[in-house]
């Protein structure tokens, strides 16, 4: 059981290049979740999904943008990477809002913009 | 606006010492509050959930416990082992607030031999 799967695991971006982060999960999970986690600042939500065709933004979402096509996956796109975007973006993903049950997570893409 | 603070931000402790992480949130109306575990390279693995009318929840060697009213929570490891090396994270989702988590900054554990 793959879970919850990132996929690059690291990338480095020159500045204004762009660049799709994927993540994919096996759970038929309902809700899905960009995360952003940043030294003294702790995890800051991007976008999320509530379900197969929705996103919503979070509480950071410029200078992103998502896509849910398919139930399993959320895309998260950068369409002229910042030297502020680097980061470590977690996806999770849940069956209800996190208000109920736990979420799960990936294990992160480490992005350098340069 | 929420802030979720967690104090120490590092802790080195012998092993088989018992332990104590704190938690605090500015905003007393949550719906829950959720500890996690975060390995170096790694995603977060959930710990512990506990629903704003719960006092604490239990897991082997762990106990969370909640007092909304003064805005704190606590983790309590038992006997700690190396394994428990991680940086732990807690999080509170607000009644109203949809599906977003807030975030502490965590408090980063080293248990030694």
């Known amino acids: 059981n793959a879970g919850v799967t990132q996929t690059p695991k690291f990338r480095v971006l020159k500045t204004g290049q762009s660049m799709t982060l994927l993540c994919a999960q096996d759970?038929?999970?309902?809700?899905m979740y960009w995360y952003r986690q940043d030294p003294g600042m702790g995890l800051r939500l991007i976008h999320y999904s509530v379900g197969e065709g929705t996103t919503a933004k979070g509480e950071v979402p410029d200078g992103y943008n998502v896509s849910r096509l398919k139930k399993q996956n959320f895309l998260l796109g950068l369409e002229s990477a910042a030297p502020s975007q680097t980061s470590v973006y977690f996806c999770?993903?849940?069956?209800?809002?996190?208000?109920?049950?736990?979420?799960?997570f990936g294990q992160g893409t480490r992005l350098t913009v340069v | 606006k929420q802030e979720v603070t967690q104090i120490p931000a590092a802790l080195s402790v012998p092993e088989g010492e018992n332990l104590v992480l704190n938690c605090s949130f500015t905003?007393?109306?949550?719906?829950?509050l959720q500890w996690f575990r975060q390995d170096p390279g790694k995603g977060l693995t959930s710990l512990l959930l506990?629903?704003?009318?719960?006092r604490e929840q239990t897991s082997g060697r762990l106990n969370a416990s909640l007092d909304k009213s003064s805005g704190r929570s606590t983790l309590y490891i038992a006997a700690s082992q190396p394994g428990d090396s991680a940086t732990y994270l807690c999080?509170?989702?607000?009644?109203?607030?949809?599906?977003?988590?807030?975030f502490g900054t965590g408090t980063q554990l080293k248990v030694e031999l």
């Open positions: 759970m038929n999970h309902e809700y």
């Open positions: 506990i629903q704003s009318s719960q």
């Open positions: 999770a993903s849940s069956q209800q809002p996190w208000r109920n049950t736990e979420a799960f």
């Open positions: 999080a509170v989702i607000l009644t109203g607030g949809g599906n977003k988590l807030t």
């Open positions: 905003d007393s109306a949550i719906y829950n």
